[in-house]
């Protein structure tokens, strides 16, 4: 019982050797326990104590994901196909939706959100082209 007692005596940042956060980070990486149970297990006071030895001494990566993580990799024409047509479809729903909320603002509260454009202004965008 003093064994438990002891080990969750709170701690000062001296404490904190380089061996005694590669074993947190260690077990927190391989599942044992949870940033916070560390936190706790070993009476460490900081909120985010432990999240900076992940990051610092960690393997795992911290880095933002990426939307897409397909780019990087080899895929097929097929499969490029596959997911471009599934982006599109995807974009189209958004827009539908988006268009639909103007129209619905539009009916209910008057407002003119879309921009109406002359037709002067159409032609300079076709001369251009």
């Not at 949870?34 to 880095?63: D, F, H, M, P």
């Not at 990087?72 to 939706?97: F, G, H, M, Y």
């Not at 921009?115 to 965008?125: I, T």
Request: glycine letters at 4%; zero cysteines; proline letters at 2%.
């Amino acid at each position: 019982m003093k064994d438990q007692e002891l080990k969750k005596e709170k701690r000062t940042q001296r404490d904190y050797s380089i061996g005694f956060k590669l074993r947190i980070v260690s077990q927190v990486e391989n599942g044992d326990y949870t940033y916070k149970q560390a936190q706790k297990e070993y009476g460490i006071q900081g909120r985010s104590t432990v999240l900076v030895w992940l990051r610092r001494y960690g393997n795992l990566e911290w880095s933002k994901p990426k939307l897409y993580t397909m780019h990087n990799s080899k895929e097929t024409p097929a499969q490029k196909i596959k997911r471009l047509e599934k982006e599109l479809a995807d974009e189209k729903l958004k827009t539908k939706v988006l268009n639909t909320m103007i129209d619905i603002s539009d009916k209910q509260y008057g407002t003119q959100i879309r921009k109406k454009f002359s037709s002067q202004q159409s032609s300079n965008s076709t001369d251009k082209e």
